[in-house]
Every structure is written in C-alpha cells, then in structure tokens.
C-alpha cells in the first residue's frame, strides 16, 4: 500500500518513508491511498479473537509488501501485552480503559507500534535516526518509554514547562540514555510548531535523519484503530454504538473514524474537547480557527491548532455537512470537568481521570433522550497521574501503581529552552 500527503494527493510514498520521515515534503500529512475494506466474516468471528489476532487483521492491510506476516505478528505481541477493558460505569455506558500500559496511557499502543516498526525500518538507514517529539503529557511518557534504549534512534521531547503533571513530566524526565527532555518556556502549540519547523529545516535535515512520534506520524496512528475493534467485538450489543473521544490533537478520533470507513459498525463518534474547542466550532459554524492553546485541568488536550484535523478534513473530503454527520462536537469547562468527576465517584464508585471526564460528559450530552444507543467513552490515562487534580476534587486518596511509583524517586533532567526557534536548533546540534 502507498501512502498520500493531505496536500498532494498525488505524492505517493511507501509505507517505510512515510514512518521514516513522518511529515511530507510539502508539510502535509500521510494517508493511506486506500482504506481498505474486512470481510464480513472478520466481524462475525471478531468476538471469538484475542486482542492480538484483531490488531493483526486490521494492520495487515497497511503493511503489505513491506513487513512479513511472522514479523508483524512479531511485533503486534510486542505492542499488545497488556489489556484494554471495557468497565461498565452504568447502564448503556461504559469506559474503554486504555491505561493498563507500562506508562498507564493509551498512547502506550501507538509508541509501542511505531518503536518496534521504526527499529526495523532505522536498520536500513546510514546514520541515527532522530525522534521529535512535543507533548502536551502523556505522549512524552509513552514514547520515551517505548523508544528506551532502542538501538539506532535518540528521542528529543519537548514539552511546556509547567503545564505537565509532575508524575507524567517524571515519567519521561527521568530515564536518560537515548532520551532526552527539553522544556520550552512556552504552550504546547509552541512545542509543536518548533517540532513542525525542525521538519522544514533543509540545514537540519541534512544533518540530522528526523523523524516523529506525535501523532502526525502514520505508524502512531493506525495501531489507534486496534482498541476500537477490540471494544466492539467485546460488547454484548452491538447496534447503535457511539464512541465518546475525549480530544487534544485528534489523533484518536481519526483513527476511529479509519476504523469506521474499514468497516467497523460504530454509529456516530463524539468529540469532547475542553476549552480548546476550535474543532467543535468548526462542526458547530463550519469554519475552523486555531487559537492559542488554554491551560486546563484536563491538560494533555490542550490544543489549540490540533494537527490531525487536517486528516479528519481530507476523510470528508473538506465537506463540513458529511463530516457533522458522523461526529458530534461538545466542549466543557474546568467547573463542569470537576463536577461530573465528583458525582461519578459518589453514584458509580468509578474515579475517572480529567479527561476520561471530558470523554463521559460529551458521551452523555449525546446520549441525552437516545436510550436505544450503546455508549462507550475512552479513558485514557489513569487518575494517578494526576493526583494534584483529581484528589482534591474526588476527597479520597488515589491509589499510585508501581509502575508509576518508581518514577517518583528519580532525578528529573531537562534543558531549558524558549519557544525561540533557533534557541531550540543550537541545543538539537549539541545535544
């Protein structure tokens, strides 16, 4: 299969260029040139599968003529070692949990993927395959964990001072060798864009082999589509299915609505957002302004310029009436955020993280007078990694993993850095 840029349909990369250089030429982003349809037989049998051998059927499609079957298998057990649940929270509602991944993150599918491909790809390559990264939280951490010590690649992660929690900035602040952590006095869109100039920069390129782990890399986002398949094959109704995304820079809402277009009945999909709601305006008005990114509690969403709605527009073809068809667009507010996280804990004894909130709110506004749907909204992180947020909202204590409490002894190490482009570019060459 070949891969597009949403600004020229017409250059067609392999799959390996796409994963390798992540962003075009033209600054576009890859997409599949075609979205392969399953069988119906894939469904029917789908709830028989485990985890893994749905992954495989979905990947297959997108990997031909580039990866083995044995080498793909290969690296989907290495991705699919932990479980995605679906938590019943009440009736018609549930929580696709996506946060038992050893950094507690459903960005932990998508790192796990792409570390295991790009590893295969960077063996055919001269010199050290660069990874850049900016987070808004979570991305950091599920990718510096997922690249750690992987032969062949150096991983620089960018992320705004102060606007991560101290147990997601710890997670990827702390592990040293190959990884290295540069904190921009500035927003995420600013990690962002210095991430989207590096690409853009000929001098750098030619000294550096660049490549991504944002989600405007491809091999991040197809493995997204795992859990969708996953859940539906799961549930005991299976008609009338809504999912409920809470949403930053869009990548997982697009690779559901991939998910959908491969065939996978899920009815509507809803985008919840927070008080970065420029993609919920434009499926409220029809015309789309970025903004400055605003602080919220929810804070891994806080996206302002989301970058994947660019592939959302090339799946509707820049049709806005086609595109409000399919996904419905609500945003909430910090006070709302708090207050739906207090009264789920006191009705359902389920402790949702801010932005599995933000998911169940928008899952909710939908549901509203709709009792014949069934209704399933992502969490992706767990609540531990926010624990200067969710305590005091909740009033009880929290319950820490292991796997997180090791991080919190370390030594965190980061270089300071302004949102100044060339600032940025005299650490990468000295880094």
């Known amino acids: 299969m070949k891969f597009y840029t949403t600004k020229d349909k017409k250059h067609l990369v392999s799959l390996r260029e796409a994963v390798v250089h992540s962003l075009a030429p033209n600054g576009g982003l890859y997409m599949p040139e075609q979205i392969p349809s399953l069988p119906p037989e894939f469904f029917t049998r789908a709830q028989s599968l485990t985890f893994a051998e749905i992954a495989l059927e979905v990947a297959k499609p997108y990997v031909e003529n580039v990866l083995e079957q044995d080498h793909l298998k290969k690296i989907i057990a290495q991705t699919i070692t932990f479980d995605a649940p679906l938590v019943k929270v009440e009736e018609n509602v ?13 960005k ?3 790192a796990r993927f792409m570390a295991q491909l790009l590893q295969h790809f960077a063996k055919e390559q001269k010199k050290e395959v660069t990874v850049l990264v900016a987070t808004s939280g979570d991305t950091g951490s599920a990718v510096a964990n997922g690249f750690y010590n992987v032969p062949n690649v150096r991983v620089i992660i960018l992320y705004p001072s102060g606007k991560v929690s101290a147990l997601q900035e710890k997670q990827f602040t702390t592990l040293g060798n190959n990884i290295t952590a540069i904190e921009i006095d500035g927003t995420f ?7 989207k100039t590096a690409f853009q920069d000929a001098d750098l390129n030619e000294q550096f082999f660049l490549t991504s782990a944002n989600s405007i890399n491809i091999a991040r986002l197809l493995p997204q589509m795992f859990y969708y398949f996953y859940a539906w094959s799961r549930l005991a109704n299976k008609e009338r299915v809504v999912f409920s995304v809470p949403s930053g820079n869009f990548g997982n809402l697009t690779a559901g609505l991939i998910a959908q277009r491969m065939g996978l ?15 919920c305006t434009y499926l409220d008005k029809g015309a789309f302004t970025p903004h400055a990114s ?4 929810s804070n891994a969403m806080d996206v302002g310029n989301p970058s994947n709605f660019s592939r959302m527009l090339d799946l509707f073809n820049n049709d806005w009436q086609q595109m409000k068809k399919s996904i419905h667009g609500f945003s909430f507010s910090d006070e ?16 949702l993280d801010p932005h599995g909130a933000v998911g169940y709110l928008g899952l ?5 007078n709709k009792p014949e749907y069934t209704g399933v909204f992502l969490e992706t992180a767990h609540p531990s990694k926010f624990l200067e947020v969710v305590e005091p909202i909740i009033q009880q204590p929290v319950i820490i993993p292991d796997s997180l409490q090791r991080f ?4 965190k190490k980061s270089i300071p850095c302004s949102s100044d482009y060339e600032s940025f570019k005299k650490i990468l060459r000295n880094t």
């Open 94 to 106: 549930f929580a696709l949990e996506l946060f038992h991944g050893p950094t507690l993150a459903f």
């Open 108 to 110: 932990d599918f998508g």
């Open 189 to 195: 869109d600013d990690c962002q864009h210095l991430v």
């Open 265 to 279: 009945p899920i009815h509507h999909f809803v985008a919840s957002t927070n008080k970065n709601d420029s993609v």
């Open 294 to 297: 605003f602080a919220t509690i």
């Open 336 to 351: 709302q955020t708090a207050e739906v996280m207090k009264a789920v804990v006191k009705q359902s004894n389920y402790v």
């Open 364 to 368: 909710k506004a939908f549901l509203k």
């Open 408 to 411: 919190l002894s370390r030594e």
